[in-house]
């Protein structure tokens, strides 16, 4: 797809996940027609400079989107579920970074060094998580050659998984002492809270579910055992993760190395 003719919308351009997405085009070195940035009304009218220009953030509106060829949907779960829809009636293809779509059958989870061939068999592709994106760049080259049985995945995941006022918020108790607030029922600061999103009738979190399930589809093994943990930790950005694997054959720990570094995925 040669990206000069494009023109493309960003849901989200505000928040922290839409700055992490314009400057990563930057890094990319991608250029296209036309860029529109949209967030809510309370931020439109912003400006933003990209790649030496000044954009104007607009609230989001349809008659804007429409004749759009690529929109990214840098948002929550609500903003998603109302403005994909509008888009594919449009034909307007949609990057959805939101947990909205992701366990959707009908929207392919997409990692391109695994899956990138259903890109082209829907204009709507969902993104995982962002720990699930780690770890199954893993898991996949494993499964594809020796087998997976089952996985234990221990997660301890940064503040910026949580938004801008997580890291906002941590920086104040850093130099004002760590306290619980009105927004924080705990302190951040030198804190680790082992509780990531809702807790279900199980026991598990939604952050715990979330990992499991969409390593499932990901990989296309939907009875894959999967068991996780999820601790949010006080640093402002990287996740990191241990993990244990059983596989269904056995292997040398030098197979076994070989097999991840022959991974298309960061090593």
Sequence with gaps: MMTENKKIGLLGA????????????????LIFAEIRLFASANSAGKEINHMGKSLRVE???????????????CTGDSVSQTWAPILKKHSVKVVDNSAHFRMDPEIPLVIPEINAHLISKSGWIASPNCTTSQLVLALHPLQMEFGLESVIAATYQSLSGAGRE??????????QGPRPSADFTFSLADNCFPQIGSIDPKGCSSEETKVRQETRKILGVPNLKVSTLAVRV???YSHSMAVWVKLQKEVSRADFLNCLRSSPGPQ
Aim: charged residues 35%.
């Design 14 to 29: 505000t928040g922290l996940v839409g700055q992490t997405f314009l400057e990563i085009l930057i890094e990319e070195n």
């Design 59 to 73: 609230e989001t509106h349809e008659d804007r989107l429409k004749d759009l060829d690529v929109v990214f949907i």
């Design 166 to 175: 997580w890291i906002d918020e941590h920086e104040l108790q850093k130099k």
């Design 234 to 236: 006080p640093v402002p």
